[in-house]
Nanobody, 120 residues
Framework: VQLQASGGGLVQAGGSLRLSCAASGTIFSINGMGWYRQAPGKQRELVATITRSRSTSYADSVKGRFTISRDNAKKMVYLEMNSLKPEDTAVYYC???????????????WGQGTKVTVSS
């Protein structure tokens, strides 16, 4: 199973970006999916999660600015980021709880990360 994140880049404060993450491989089903981020010198932190039925949760720092969504048929998860702030600068990672074709329970897989830089 592989997760491929894309969509990062350099944006000015107040701008927007849309991150995408595509899952591929021997996937039977995907349960929870999410986005995390890690800023330089800091620990990785949760940004947003979404269940298979599309229930969502967000870190307080991004509520009202970021929106997580998913396309189950395409095995993709998205993060729409608006009103970006310099403190949003980080490498963003997607993850997914996957039941593989040969497995019987969730395994968590991670994408490689996509860098977001917000200039002031």
């Amino acid at each position: 199973v592989q997760l491929q994140a894309s969509g990062g880049g350099l944006v000015q404060a107040g701008g927007s970006l849309r991150l995408s993450c595509a899952a591929s491989g021997t996937i039977f089903s995907i349960n929870g999916m999410g986005w995390y981020r890690q800023a330089p010198g800091k620990q990785r932190e949760l940004v947003a999660t979404i269940t298979r039925s599309r229930s969502t949760s967000y870190a307080d720092s991004v509520k009202g600015r970021f929106t997580i969504s998913r396309d189950n048929a395409k095995k993709m998860v998205y993060l729409e980021m608006n009103s970006l702030k310099p403190e949003d600068t980080a490498v963003y990672y997607c993850n997914a709880d996957v039941i593989t074709l040969f497995g019987t329970k969730d395994e968590t897989f991670w994408g490689q990360g996509t860098k977001v830089t917000v200039s002031s």
